[in-house]
Every structure is written in structure tokens, then in C-alpha cells.
Nanobody, 125 residues
Framework: QVQLVESGGGLVQAGGSLRLSCAAS????????MAWFRQAPGKEREFVAG????????YYADSVKGRFTISRDSSKNTVYLQMNSLKPVDTGVYTC??????????????????WGQGTQVTVSS
């Protein structure tokens, strides 16, 4: 069982930056692949970024490539999402997720096992 707690959300102007954190419980954090999804009002949840358990591979939605960076610090059981050049369309609830699965499918929420409660990100124009 893994528990995930997100933090770092807030209100920021377009063009600004935020760094989200996701703290995970459990001693096997390094064995889990991790990802961030987001959900805007009235829209379906969508994949944002993912990182493999080995830290070798990272994956991004086309809409955030070049602006967002996912990383993890296994010594702190924490995964981060650095978000730069934020746009109003980035507004939504950002949720951290984890899975011990080695299936290399990141963008489909059905392949993730544990979810946090989410943190709100609002980008004003």
C-alpha cells in the first residue's frame, strides 16, 4: 500500500512557475513508477508526465513538453513536477499516481494503482 500526498499548488499568473511535490509513504518508493495527471473543470483526467522506477525514462504529454519537468528524489520518497511558462489551459487539479507495474503505458489512468487527493493549480491570464 502506498499513500500519496501532493503539495505546491496555488494561483499563478500566466508565464509563471510552480513546483508540485508528491510525498509517498512506504519503503519501496524506488520500485514504483510515478506520474502526474490533471483534470480541468468539465474535462476528463489527462496524463501530464511520468517517470520510470529506474529514473531512466521520462514521458510527457505533448501539451507540456519543454515546459514541465518531472523528477524524483528516492531519498525523500518524493516526486516533483516543475512547471514553467504556465498557461491558463494548465489550470486544473493535479494528482500524483504510482504503480509497481513494469507495463510501459503511462498515459492511461487504468494502468495506475495508487492516487493522491490532488492539488489545485490555477493560472490566471
Amino acid at each position: 500500500q502506498v499513500q500519496l500526498v501532493e503539495s505546491g499548488g496555488g494561483l499563478v499568473q500566466a508565464g509563471g512557475s510552480l513546483r508540485l511535490s508528491c510525498a509517498a509513504s512506504g519503503r519501496t518508493f524506488s520500485a514504483y513508477r510515478m506520474a502526474w495527471f490533471r483534470q480541468a473543470p468539465g474535462k476528463e483526467r489527462e496524463f501530464v508526465a511520468g517517470i520510470s522506477w529506474s529514473d531512466i525514462s521520462t514521458y510527457y504529454a505533448d501539451s507540456v513538453k519543454g515546459r514541465f519537468t518531472i523528477s524524483r528524489d528516492s531519498s525523500k520518497n518524493t516526486v516533483y513536477l516543475q512547471m514553467n511558462s504556465l498557461k491558463p489551459v494548465d489550470t486544473g487539479v493535479y494528482t500524483c499516481t504510482a504503480s509497481p507495474s513494469r507495463i510501459p503505458i503511462y498515459s492511461d489512468s487504468r494502468f495506475w494503482d495508487y492516487w493522491g487527493q490532488g492539488t489545485q493549480v490555477t493560472v490566471s491570464s
